[in-house]
């Protein structure tokens, strides 16, 4: 089992190999809390799996190395194996999933990987990867569910008690657990009364379910813009670890993942993949409790797919009561546009998209639709354009 020496070992081996991310004040996260941020999305390759797979990596033997390395990932752990394995001459080929955004199968080439795309999510390329060990001989590296990675990631929570000694509280990304047992172990072995948090993606909540239920559970499906996290079942060893350790563990949804996006771009230029956010997710919409305390949120990467990067940014905008999509029933009469415009100028909206379309499923010959797009501050801001819209008797459809 994975031990406090384990992950000091592990803390020792990896002085030279990875960046220690330093901790970045956050107040505008959560006004009622006292938010750090620990920046893995600027670890090298970009993520916070770099820490495992290269201590499992120096932890086989010279055989194991011979044999050359195979792992499955969704993309993050690939990159660190991948890097890890050049850097001391191992052959490796890595199973990803076949939707895995093409940066993070691109950048798992160029660390010097073999790459089997492989149809499904991560569990299907897992079995693939599992299936190719027995044929070729290959040395197996677990993304999570291994004591040599769960300490490598480990090396994290005692990075975390050094910069914070008074921290009381940490939140962070849930896959398959191998992050937050490392982090949990480390920091209550050393400080049993900080409080750990896990957060999943709603639309894949293996961790959170087994929890609840209290014995591994393995979704039918997964679906999550925050990728890295999206794994069907727990592993053995972070069940076990996450059951006796964590302090609670929630979900954050689709459009709370996508305002954690946005927040981390726009208040402290920092570029966070979905995983990567969920964390701030939860203390952003105070999934967690955490009001008053001094948290760190870990931010585990950065490895988003650009070509979504706009979309999230719009739902994230939405979120947040940056933007107001309404349709007004409106009569079709001179005046009645400018009369709309003028209340939401005055109340300093400021409309990007007009749609005008007349309604012909309606007795109503002048009946018509205005859909309008504007840029709002917050959901107060949205809710004084809704109320005076109202008040001057325009209809709102939504």
Do not use: W
Not at 145 to 169: F, K, S
Not at 193 to 198: A, D, F, N, S, T
Not at 238 to 259: M, P
């Amino acid at each position: 089992m994975i031990t406090l020496d384990s992950i000091y070992r592990a803390s020792f081996a990896l002085k030279d190999v990875i960046r220690r991310t330093d901790l970045i004040y956050a107040p505008q996260i959560n006004l009622g809390s006292e938010i750090y941020l620990k920046p893995e999305n600027l670890q090298y390759t970009g993520s916070f799996k770099l820490r495992g797979a290269c201590y499992k990596i120096a932890c086989l033997t010279e055989e194991e190395k011979k044999k050359g390395v195979i792992a499955c990932s969704a993309g993050n752990h690939a990159q660190g194996v991948a890097l890890g394995a050049t850097k001391n001459g191992i052959d490796s080929l890595i199973c990803l999933p076949d939707g895995a955004p093409i940066s993070k199968v691109e950048a798992t080439k160029r660390y010097g990987a073999n790459v089997c795309l492989v149809p499904g999510v991560y569990d299907d390329a897992y079995q693939k990867a599992l299936q190719l060990k027995d044929e070729k001989g290959y040395t197996f590296i677990h993304p999570f569910d291994d004591e040599c990675v769960i300490a490598g990631q480990g090396t994290i929570g005692l990075e975390l008690l050094n910069q914070l000694p008074d921290v009381e509280a940490v939140v962070v990304p849930v896959g398959g657990g191998g992050l937050i047992s490392g982090i949990a172990y480390a920091m209550k072995s050393l400080k049993p009364e900080v409080k750990i948090y896990g957060v999943q993606a709603k639309g894949a909540p293996s961790m959170f379910r087994s929890i609840e239920k209290s014995k591994r559970e393995c979704l039918s499906s997964v679906s999550t813009i925050a990728d890295g996290i999206a794994v069907k079942e727990p592993g053995e060893h972070t069940f076990e670890i996450c059951s006796k350790y964590l302090d609670g563990i929630v979900t954050v949804t689709e459009d709370e993942i996508c305002a954690a996006i946005l927040a981390l771009m726009e208040q402290h230029k920092l570029i966070a993949e979905g995983a990567g956010a969920v964390s701030v997710a939860a203390a952003m919409f105070n999934k967690v409790p955490v009001a008053g305390k001094k948290t760190i949120c870990v931010v585990s990467g950065g490895n988003i797919d650009v070509t979504i990067l706009s979309r999230v940014i719009s739902r994230g905008l939405a979120m947040s009561g940056r933007t107001y999509n309404v349709t007004i029933d409106l009569h079709d009469r001179p005046g009645e546009l400018k009369g709309v415009a003028e209340i939401i100028a005055n109340l300093g909206g400021n409309i990007i998209s007009v749609l005008h379309e007349r309604n012909n499923n309606t007795d109503n010959v002048n009946a018509c639709f205005l859909r309008l797009v504007m840029e709002t501050r917050n959901a107060e801001h949205i809710e004084l354009i809704r109320g005076a819209l109202l008040k001057a008797n325009y209809s709102i459809i939504d």
